[in-house]
């Protein structure tokens, strides 16, 4: 077999899973360790081809992938291997450039630099900040803190709590003291804390529990007064900004000092590709930039591994350029608003059916709800052993609450509806 026979056959082999993704079971039913029994205890001495491998990941594998890829996938921020996005991956690898300095693979740079402008322009973001493509939110956060620090060492990092986990992680890794600030009826951020000690303060627009907004406006203006750095994390939520009517989300953000939105949640890219902007490179440049002999700057070049922690950088920005040119600016809007109103249809349903009720605002594709009288853990888990329909719950105020959080490309309103059904007769 040549490797064009292999490429035949790994493209056979996505082109049918992603045809048949929607037939299979969503969620894995195995217990721990039983992938792992079925894999040889050590390395074969010779070399297989790539055959047997696709062998093993459709009988030992496949029984225990949650399919993400599913069009019933609702689970924590469902999210989208879109086509554009797997045919990249692919040529990413083929290309295996180690996008460290620009000189290391010039078109590497100036392609991540270009997009990040283009992602800038589609959500309405000033331009002219400085943008960059890390693995994650969680990383771009250590990053953002890690700038924080160069302009206010040893103070205190603020954030809701609401607020994603990675940010008191990332608070902890850049050895800064995190603490939780109270949020009001409707989960978002009080403004109204002192900012006396705090080197940093972190708002989330679209929080991970019920994708509540903090007032990031009066944070800005409380923050610039104080000196204080403002990184925004919208993670998830920021991508509605496609849509000038959802672009409400963002307000506030042109004050804010750096901003992480994570095309690998909302924006149909395939893991991982977190966006990271800022308007103070000279702080992130500060916190990171080392030059050894054997890295030695291009005058006139910009070098992204003097912006972040890492050195090797993947080539992401490929597969974010092959997402924004295939979809296009219409159809990345076009979704989103899908998104949108099927989850306003599904809380609809919801809040019509005695019994049941909504819990917390739904701005944009996830809906908070539970059912009255029994256990929404146990709900969603019994929903999710149907092998329908994968869906997780959590806790809002004391309240055990489901969350079906829309984010496939692939979910259409049947979908949304056969849920509903498997929900209601889950118990
Ligand atoms: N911020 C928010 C609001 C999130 O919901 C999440 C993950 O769900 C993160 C940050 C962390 O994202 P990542 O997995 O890219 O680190």
Not at 33 to 38: H, L, M, S, V
Not at 255 to 267: I, M
Request: hydrophobic share 45%; with cysteine; glycine share 6%.
């Amino acid at each position: 077999m040549t490797f064009r026979d292999d490429l035949d056959l790994a493209a056979d082999w996505a082109a049918a899973y992603i045809e048949r993704v929607g037939e299979l079971p969503v969620a894995a039913e195995v217990a721990p360790g039983a992938i792992r029994a079925r894999l040889p205890e050590s390395p074969p001495e010779r070399g297989e081809p790539f055959s047997a491998l696709l062998r093993d990941l459709d009988e030992v594998l496949l029984p225990g992938i949650s399919h993400w890829n599913h069009p019933r996938f609702f689970a924590w921020f469902s999210n989208t291997g879109s086509e554009p996005g797997v045919l990249a991956e692919l040529l990413v690898a083929a290309l295996n450039v180690n996008n460290m300095t620009w000189l290391a693979s010039p078109a590497a740079t100036e392609l991540e630099v270009t997009v990040m402008d283009w992602l800038a322009q589609l959500l309405g973001l000033p331009r002219g900040w400085h943008g960059q493509i890390e693995d994650t939110a969680s990383t771009a956060t250590v990053a953002a803190l890690a700038a924080a620090r160069t302009v206010r060492p040893g103070g205190v990092v603020y954030a809701s709590e609401q607020a994603n986990f990675s940010v008191e992680k990332a608070a902890r890794l850049v050895g800064l003291e995190f603490r939780k600030v109270e949020v009001d009826a409707e989960f978002r951020m009080r403004a109204d804390f002192p900012l006396a000690d705090a080197t940093a303060v972190v708002a989330t627009v679209g929080t991970t529990g019920t994708t509540s907004v903090d007032p990031v406006p009066e944070l800005a203006r409380r923050c610039e007064e104080a000196g204080v750095w403002l990184h925004v994390d919208a993670a998830y939520a920021g991508s509605a900004a496609v849509c000038p009517e959802l672009r409400w989300c963002l307000a506030g953000v042109e004050r804010a000092d750096s901003l992480v939105v994570n095309p690998h949640k909302w924006l149909f890219t395939p893991m991982d590709c977190s966006a990271l902007w800022t308007r103070r490179p000279e702080a992130f440049h500060e916190a990171f930039a080392l030059v050894p002999d054997y890295l030695a700057s291009t005058e006139g070049a910009i070098d992204l591994k003097d912006y972040g922690p890492a050195l090797g950088r993947r080539f992401r920005s490929l597969k974010l350029w092959a997402v924004l040119r295939w979809y296009g600016a219409e159809g990345l809007r076009e979704l989103i608003r899908e998104h949108v109103r099927l989850a306003q249809l599904f809380a609809s349903w919801v809040e019509a059916e005695p019994g049941w009720q909504v819990t917390a605002p739904h701005p944009f594709s996830t809906v908070c709800f539970r059912r009255e009288g029994c256990d929404n853990f146990e709900l969603a888990r019994a929903a999710t052993a149907t092998g329908e329909v994968f869906v997780a719950a959590t806790r809002l105020n004391g309240q055990d609450v489901i969350r079906l959080a829309i984010g496939n490309a692939r979910t259409t309103e049947d979908d949304i509806r056969r849920t509903w059904e498997v929900l209601q007769s889950a118990l």
